[in-house]
């Protein structure tokens, strides 16, 4: 691989990267501004009004911290093969 297609190959990676933690902070952050808002309403009305929540609020929790968690996982491979690449000395051909 020459030296520029693999820098190419690096930044296209970065990007994606980093549009993959852009899509999935904000989805987390968008299910928990909705679940909150969900919750506050159900506690509003005189009583307990289970129909205000979200529905599968749970499976909706478990998706959105286990991405979360997922992403963390993925960052940190990442980080860890960009320094292993970086630290490697390049190959002249």
């Given at each position: 691989?020459?030296?520029?297609?693999?820098?190419?190959?690096?930044?296209?990676?970065?990007?994606?990267?980093?549009a993959?933690?852009?899509?999935?902070?904000?989805?987390?952050?968008?299910?928990?501004?909705?679940?909150?808002?969900?919750?506050?309403?159900?506690?509003?009305s005189?009583?307990?009004?289970?129909?205000?929540?979200?529905?599968?609020?749970?499976?909706?929790?478990?998706?959105?911290?286990?991405?979360?968690?997922?992403?963390i996982?993925?960052?940190?491979?990442?980080?860890?093969?960009?320094?292993?690449?970086?630290?490697?000395?390049?190959?002249?051909?």
């Amino acid at each position: 691989m020459t030296k520029e297609a693999g820098s190419a190959l690096r930044t296209t990676t970065l990007v994606l990267v980093v549009a993959l933690n852009v899509a999935l902070v904000s989805f987390f952050v968008l299910w928990s501004i909705a679940d909150t808002a969900s919750v506050n309403a159900m506690e509003d009305s005189v009583g307990f009004d289970p129909s205000k929540l979200l529905p599968n609020a749970t499976l909706m929790w478990i998706a959105a911290h286990s991405s979360l968690l997922m992403l963390i996982a993925v960052d940190v491979c990442f980080v860890l093969g960009w320094r292993r690449l970086s630290s490697k000395p390049a190959l002249d051909a």
